[in-house]
């Protein structure tokens, strides 16, 4: 465990300031052959002074942060974000024709990078999965959920918008030729488009369940694309017929990059080797023979270097990776750098001189010639916010309202708001959270639980004293992998859901004495699948728990006896919160175990019954639900990207937030404020005037 004290600039809630824009100081870097325009005189931004994220970044609605208001069915149609925590996990770089700027995509926006000064300017706010620049510099597109945004660099007002895709929107592509531009979606088809009309000129349809790779051929007469499928294949298309091209040799491979000067492209895979390969699927060198999972693949403008991420020890899942520089004439290996962090995004400066990677939470630049690091374009001043706060898989409120735990990438994050510190919880152990009720803290908010799935001995469970940050007992009596987990009303009690990643049978709850470590009592039977999520009620007598193929049990703690068990969902169970008064049950997962329809109910548990069969999630299951203070609203969390909020005397649909993969929701303990986060988003929270 590694305690540190990072945060050292305002509160939370209250007491937030927001300080000014402010650059980077320079560090020795090597110069370029031609100057690089800074970044002040390339982009003027209109509503100047922007404001740099300190550790909470305040919406427009900063007013609501002194708001008491506490969220009910009467005003949830209201509620409203009131800021996020931090930057973000960065999505994709990318480099500016004109050599600066370079531009970052987020989950919280688009930030933009002077090369030369390291000035950080934010661009803009919404969510980014991938950006590219026009080829003369002047636009900036960005893929922001289903749609294709194009902005001007130079004022950032949005010059057009592509509306055709019915999915999530994964790459765009400039043709270096023409005025066209393509598009490729999670709904499985390409779309080309005329810049000059803004009319869409072809949608193509390809293997693969979703495309997420597009590149131009040098002469803009070829679309090269990547699809997800059982056996990955590159794919390529003639642009003014919108046919695919019949190969001599089939192309297999999941990563790809077109060489910008001539007809070259380098092919990866999982689990495969790297090659240089014509258009016509011959190979022509084989850079790496050894089979590996290949992240990135970047050419240089003049095509002589590739500059590669590959995963060298895929069995080790630590995330780590190494970055090499090939010359594409004779596969000879240049440059090598072992990297902590996988490298998921490679760019080079227009003269070729310079290398910018990234993983969610550095961008490094990169001397081409001597193949040394030159600085990390993404540290920042303690007061600042980082990037990488993202892919949170659960959170948790102090009892007191005064501090939020977090699980992300990087471990467990405890953030006091009043006194601006933070304990950071390790974990050497190579593994994963599994997501909602990951975490949790006791009522009297001194110890801090946590489920976590190793790789090597599977699931076991942490209890921390929070006062001390000291790791008091590690329950790892478990057969197989740990999920959620709960105190009860009196913190003398831990129970623990465990079973297979699955969801299927064997499954089953453990008890323990959170003040020795002894497993009390155990709740199992032959049949029962594995226990992904429980809760007690607010008196703590009883014990809730749905199952991976939906059934809830609910115990009596004083007897060990299980007093009722019925089918929660139609299928898969994940989520699970008693009402304040214990009568009604919320329970969310799928339908069916084998599609991906979800399931969100609300139960009465006198009659067993559904009160309220909530419909509007779609297309993946519900993975946290909790009820506010008074029980008239219900929050669901759905990977499907949304955030609903419903009246639970009628069953209406108050409110939608968009969240990107949402994995978690709680509210605040005085109920004036509801907390998000998700796997590709950053903790948000949100409020009503």
Excluded at 35 to 43: A, R
Excluded at 312 to 331: A, F, I, M, R, V
Excluded at 470 to 493: K, P, Q, R
Aim: aromatic fraction near 8%; proline fraction near 4%.
């Amino acid at each position: 465990m590694t305690i540190g004290r990072i945060f050292n600039a305002v509160t939370l809630l209250a007491l937030l300031l927001i300080s000014a824009c402010t650059s980077q100081p320079p560090t020795e870097m090597v110069p370029d052959e031609e100057p690089i325009v800074p970044i002040e005189e390339v982009l003027p931004i209109v509503n100047e002074p922007v404001s740099e994220p300190t550790l909470f970044h305040v919406s427009e609605n900063s007013a609501l942060l002194e708001s008491q208001t506490v969220i009910t069915r009467e005003n949830a149609h209201a509620i409203t974000q009131v800021g996020y925590l931090g930057k973000g996990n960065i999505n994709d770089i990318a480099w500016s024709p004109s050599g600066s700027p370079i531009a970052l995509a987020t989950t919280t926006g688009i930030y933009l990078i002077d090369p030369q000064t390291f000035g950080e300017k934010l661009f803009s706010t919404t969510s980014s999965n991938h950006i590219t620049f026009s080829p003369d510099g002047t636009l900036l597109a960005s893929a922001e959920g289903s749609r294709g945004v194009l902005r001007d660099l130079e004022n950032g007002s949005e010059q057009l918008v592509l509306e055709g895709h019915s999915d999530k929107v994964y790459m765009i592509a400039f043709s270096p030729a023409d005025n066209l531009l393509a598009t490729a979606s999670q709904d499985g088809t390409i779309r080309l488009w005329d810049l000059s009309s803004e009319d869409e000129l072809q949608s193509l349809e390809g293997p693969g369940t979703f495309v997420h790779d597009i590149a131009f051929s040098a002469d803009g007469k070829t679309l090269v694309s990547a699809a997800y499928s059982q056996h990955p294949t590159i794919t390529l298309w003639d642009v003014v017929s919108g046919k695919e091209i019949t190969k001599a040799s089939e192309i297999s491979g999941t990563a790809f990059a077109v060489s910008p000067a001539g007809n070259l492209i380098a092919v990866g895979g999982y689990n495969a080797p790297l090659h240089l390969i014509d258009f016509n699927g011959q190979i022509n060198l084989t850079l790496d023979e050894e089979p590996k999972p290949v992240l990135a693949l970047s050419f240089s403008p003049d095509g002589k270097i590739l500059a590669s991420s590959s995963d060298e020890d895929p069995d080790d899942h630590l995330g780590n990776s190494t970055l090499k520089l090939w010359d594409t004439t004779s596969g000879e290996l240049v440059h090598t750098h072992e990297e902590e962090g996988n490298t998921f995004t490679i760019a080079f400066s227009p003269d070729g001189s310079q290398l910018v990677t990234a993983s969610p939470e550095k961008v490094k630049l990169w001397d081409i010639k001597n193949g040394k690091l030159i600085t990390t374009l993404t540290d920042q001043p303690e007061e600042k916010a980082g990037f990488g706060t993202g892919s949170i898989d659960d959170f948790a409120w102090s009892p007191d309202g005064k501090t939020l735990t977090l699980a992300t990438f990087k471990g467990i994050d405890v953030i006091n708001l009043q006194t601006h510190e933070e304990i950071h919880f390790d974990f050497d152990e190579d593994g994963f959270f599994h997501g909602d009720n990951s975490i949790t803290l006791s009522p009297n908010g001194d110890f801090l639980a946590v489920s976590f799935i190793s790789f090597k001995t599977r699931g076991f469970v942490n209890i921390y004293d929070i006062r001390t940050e000291e790791l008091l007992f590690t329950l790892d009596d478990f057969d197989e992998d740990t999920f959620g987990i709960a105190f009860n009303h009196d913190n003398s009690i831990l129970a623990t859901g465990w079973g297979n990643t699955w969801g299927f049978s064997p499954g089953g709850v453990k008890l323990w004495d959170v003040s020795t470590g002894d497993l009390i009592d155990e709740y199992d039977h032959e049949g029962m699948a594995t226990i992904y999520n429980l809760t007690f009620n607010q008196e703590g007598n009883l014990l809730a728990a749905i199952s991976g193929e939906g059934h809830v049990y609910i115990w009596d703690v004083n007897s060990g006896q299980e007093i009722q068990h019925f089918q929660g969902t139609g299928g898969f169970g994940y989520a699970v919160a008693f009402s304040p008064d214990s009568k009604r049950l919320a329970v969310g997962g799928a339908e069916k175990l084998d599609d991906g329809t979800t399931s969100l109910r609300l139960i009465n548990l006198n009659t067993e019954e559904i009160i309220f069969d909530l419909k509007g999630h779609e297309n993946w299951y519900v993975g946290s639900v909790e009820f506010n203070a008074d029980g008239s609203v219900l929050v669901s969390a759905s990977q499907d990207g949304t955030v609903r909020l419903w009246d639970t005397q009628t069953g209406e649909q108050l409110a939608v937030l968009d969240i990107p993969g949402a994995t978690s929701v709680g509210f605040s303990p005085d109920g004036t404020f509801l907390a998000t986060a998700g796997y590709r988003d950053v903790l948000r929270l949100w409020g009503v005037p």
